[in-house]
């Protein structure tokens, strides 16, 4: 099975720079995606990382370690509208490398302070 | 594109009623999921669509849910015999089945309340 760790709260104040964790245990790996979801709203895409290493986008940066089965979300320059909710996921392999299922964490709720 | 479009956006029930929701997803996507989040958890999958066929389904997945997607265009999800455990947000999303296909595109969801 898949079991993915990370943070349950963060608190930054605005204009900072915040790094939320992921650690990750899974039977097969095929990479780590990122999703933002505010309260009430719909889960939307954030970044995948497939290989080690960092990925920009904007004012966020994923990172991935394969070896260390960990990987970040970086948030810069926050702002108000960054507080939301955080998941990072898994591809869980299923029966198969087919398979589509995206294992989440439990999230890491963010909340930016003035 | 109008994004993934869901209905009813609310609905309560009383225990051991049938309740079924409708997915309206991106036109051109093939794939298509549900998933279940339930407070301070991540999204939960339950099934997976390619076009009209259901290729995958959660093993945790009670046999009192059932989804369809015919035509490989809306899909809906019936969970019958509805228990209090059953109260959930119910996802939909689909995305366009690329090399990675880790990008998928959510809706904002069907809330479901059994009294």
């Known amino acids: 099975g898949q079991s993915l760790e990370q943070p349950s709260e963060v608190t930054a104040v605005e204009g900072a720079i915040v790094q939320i964790n992921c650690t990750y245990q899974?039977?097969?790996?095929?990479?780590l995606s990122w999703y933002q979801q505010h309260d009430g709203g719909a889960p939307t895409f954030l970044s995948y990382n497939g290989l080690d290493g960092l990925e920009e986008t904007g004012r966020f940066s994923s990172f991935l370690s394969r070896s260390d089965s960990y990987g970040y979300l970086l948030l810069q320059e926050l702002q108000m509208k960054d507080s939301a909710s955080y998941f990072c996921a898994v591809r869980d392999p299923g029966s198969g490398a087919g398979s589509y299922q995206l294992t989440f964490g439990k999230g890491t709720k963010l909340s930016v302070i003035p | 594109d109008t994004g993934v479009s869901q209905n009813p956006r609310h609905k309560i029930t009383k225990r051991g009623q049938n309740v079924t929701f409708r997915c309206d997803p991106i036109?051109?996507?093939?794939?298509l999921y549900w998933y279940r989040q339930t407070l301070g958890q991540g999204p939960e999958f339950l099934t997976y669509?390619?076009?009209?066929?259901?290729?995958?389904k959660s093993r945790l997945l009670s046999d009192r849910f059932s989804a369809e997607r015919p035509k490989g265009s809306f899909s809906t999800l019936e969970i019958q015999r509805t228990e209090q455990g059953d109260s959930a947000m119910y996802l939909c999303a689909s995305s366009s089945g690329g090399a990675l296909d880790w990008e998928l595109f959510f809706g904002e969801g069907s809330r479901l309340t059994v009294l």
């Open positions: 899974t039977s097969g790996f095929y990479g």
């Open positions: 669509f390619q076009n009209e066929a259901q290729l995958e």
């Open positions: 036109s051109e996507h093939n794939r």
